[in-house]
T-cell receptor, first 115, second 116 residues
Framework: ETGVTQTPRHLVMGMTNKKSLKCEQHLGHNAMYWYKQSAKKPLELMFVYNFKEQTENNSVPSRFSPECPNSSHLFLHLHTLQPEDSALYLCASSQVQGKNTGELFFGEGSRLTVL | GDSVTQMEGPVTLSEEAFLTINCTYTATGYPSLFWYVQYPGEGLQLLLK?????DKGSNKGFEATYRKETTSFHLEKGSVQVSDSAVYFCALSGRAGGTSYGKLTFGQGTILTVHP
């Protein structure tokens, strides 16, 4: 495996379900990100982790709960979501040196549909 | 705060036409600038980048020049192909003091469709 891998690629869930999105990077990077991509909206940064520590929470509702157990893995736990949360969720990683973000490497995304 | 503005899409061109997608930015200091491309059903891939004023990034026939005086980073290609059909995102990574410090800020994306 190389690059950034996201699972599942597609997820359909009801508003009362609990599910998780998983991201794994095989690039040796020290920072990981969750972005939300909705139709006709700019990419929205949700969370940033540097060296497993959360450094950014972009006013994301608490029904989205991130977890970063190590520099290679990132999860997004989902519970009691709303239909407007349906979107493509993109994971990315980068090698941060100081505060220089560098190039982001993206996974292919998890397409979430909330019924 | 830092921001990126791209030209409205969608853009529809015939094969071998000239492409320009405009991108302007607002940022504190001198950010690094990027163009990412998203092909259908895939994540974003870095297309090219420039880290200082007057740098020209290039890849796969695409070019963009970092223009500090006009705060622009327009994407150009001399002859597009059907396989270039995708969504193109301009982005910046800011310096200390800006809201993009330690992260990327993206434009809204421009959909490009190239017909045979």
């Amino acid at each position: 495996e190389t690059g950034v891998t996201q699972t599942p690629r597609h997820l359909v869930m009801g508003m009362t379900n609990k599910k998780s999105l998983k991201c794994e990077q095989h690039l040796g990077h020290n920072a990981m990100y969750w972005y939300k991509q909705s139709a006709k909206k700019p990419l929205e940064l949700m969370f940033v982790y540097n060296f497993k520590e959360q450094t950014e929470n972009n006013s994301v509702p608490s029904r989205f709960s991130p977890e970063c157990p190590n520099s290679s893995h990132l999860f997004l736990h989902l519970h009691t979501l709303q239909p407007e949360d349906s979107a493509l969720y993109l994971c990315a990683s980068s090698q941060v040196q100081g505060k220089n973000t560098g190039e982001l490497f993206f996974g292919e995304g998890s397409r979430l549909t909330v019924l | 705060g830092d921001s990126v503005t791209q030209m409205e899409g969608p853009v529809t061109l015939s094969e071998e036409a000239f492409l320009t997608i405009n991108c302007t930015y607002t940022a504190t200091g001198y950010p690094s600038l990027f163009w990412y491309v998203q092909y259908p059903g895939e994540g974003l891939q870095l297309l090219l980048k420039a880290t200082k004023a007057d740098d020209k990034g290039s890849n796969k026939g695409f070019e963009a020049t970092y223009r500090k005086e006009t705060t622009s980073f327009h994407l150009e290609k001399g002859s597009v192909q059907v396989s270039d059909s995708a969504v193109y995102f301009c982005a910046l990574s800011g310096r200390a003091g800006g809201t993009s410090y330690g992260k990327l800020t993206f434009g809204q994306g421009t959909i490009l469709t190239v017909h045979p």
